[in-house]
């Protein structure tokens, strides 16, 4: 059964930091590049990073260069992205999601995992 779930998330403080995991199964992962998208009450979804399914091409929306990184390890068939320096304005339902066209925002994605932050 085809499945990405995506975990990790919670409630932090600003400035603090979190890990989202995304683990896939169903699918070959490593023909996959990899997007993670947020989405806030009240906004459309937004592209945070993607990452080729190699991992050697990644890009970051300008809001989060700098503190976030995306990465992925094809053997344990998941995927990262690891978040610094949070601000309250990385509140959202993050997901990833899998496509054979890089960063596209098509294909399979999971069910999404809450991120909070506020002191």
């Known amino acids: 059964q085809l499945q990405l779930v995506e975990s990790g998330g919670g409630l932090v403080q600003p400035g603090g930091s979190l890990r989202l995991s995304c683990a896939a199964s169903?699918?070959?992962?490593?023909?996959?590049?990899i997007g993670w998208f947020r989405q806030a009450p009240g906004k459309e979804r937004e592209r945070v990073s993607c990452?080729?399914?190699?991992?050697?091409?990644?890009n970051y929306a300008d809001s989060v260069k700098g503190r976030f990184t995306i990465s992925r390890d094809n053997a344990k068939k998941t995927a990262y992205l690891q978040m610094n320096s949070l601000r309250p304005e990385d509140t959202a339902v993050y997901y990833c999601?899998?496509?054979?066209?890089?960063?596209?925002?098509?294909?399979?994605w999971g069910q999404g995992t809450q991120v909070t932050v506020s002191s």
């Open positions: 999601a899998a496509d054979l066209n890089y960063c596209s925002g098509g294909g399979y």
């Open positions: 169903g699918f070959t992962f490593d023909y996959h590049a």
């Open positions: 990452i080729s399914s190699g991992g050697g091409i990644t």
